[in-house]
Nanobody, 129 residues
């Protein structure tokens, strides 16, 4: 059974930085496409960043230029570097993964959380103004 474990969340002041990590284990198929989703209080879950099998990435407009998604060559560690954090970046961040390839299709994948079969438990990010 695939297991995703997020870490790296915490409390920071606006303008600060955090790096989230997601460790993938227990899989029999490589998780080729992975993403980070944010669930903020009172809001619907939204895609923040995605990376597909060919390395294509996409980001929510609100985080472009501030967040960077990456994964290691073994596809078992997903990271999200978050710089210049804003109050509205606060919430629970979830790692999601699918063994499907989705080459070059990062943009539609970012807005389709149902395409991800595997989810972590989340890590909380709190940004104070």
């Amino acid at each position: 059974q695939v297991r995703l474990v997020e870490s790296g969340g915490g409390s920071v002041q606006a303008g600060g930085s955090l790096t989230l990590s997601c460790a993938v284990s227990g899989y029999t198929r490589i998780m080729y496409s992975m993403a980070w989703f944010l669930h903020a209080p009172g809001k619907a879950r939204e895609g923040v960043a995605v990376i597909t099998s060919d390395g294509t990435t996409d980001y929510a407009d609100s985080v472009k230029g501030r967040f960077t998604i990456s994964k290691d060559n073994a596809w078992n560690i997903l990271s999200l570097q978050m710089n210049n954090l804003k109050y509205e970046d606060s919430g629970m961040y979830y790692c999601a993964a699918t063994p499907n390839l989705w080459p070059g299709l990062a943009t539609p994948l970012l807005s389709n959380p149902k395409e991800f079969e595997n989810w972590g438990q989340g890590t909380q990010v709190t940004v104070s103004e």
